[in-house]
């Protein structure tokens, strides 16, 4: 089972109130451990905070891959990943944010996985 941990409480919260129900991560092929374009629909996989160690067990129901963040931000519901609506220049902030995730994400991609 994949592992995602969450060093934020406020998104781990979300997802467990089930406000957040797409989690994005930049595709890192380079790093085995946190590869995450292999996971497939129907796929468990736990969500750990950092801060509490609390675990849950999620079921992904769909997986999509984006090469860019502006095919990522054209056609993602982006108020599932970040639990309120927002337009497309604040979730690029907010994805962006994050040291080194920019050239990430634009030389190998992200996956969002919805999962319930």
Known sequence: ???????????????????????????????????????????????????TGEILTKEVVRVSIYKSIDDFLNR?????????PVSKKEAAEKLLSFPGYEERLEKFGLVALEIR
């Not at 993602?76 to 309120?84: V, Y």
């Open 1 to 51: 089972m994949i592992t995602l941990n969450f060093r934020e409480q406020n998104i781990f919260e979300m997802i467990k109130s089930g406000v957040k129900a797409v989690e994005t991560r930049a595709l890192n092929p380079d790093e085995p451990k946190r590869y995450f374009g292999n996971i497939g629909v129907g796929d468990k996989i736990e969500l750990r905070s950092v801060k």
């Open 76 to 84: 993602e519901d982006l108020s599932k990943i970040f639990g309120e």
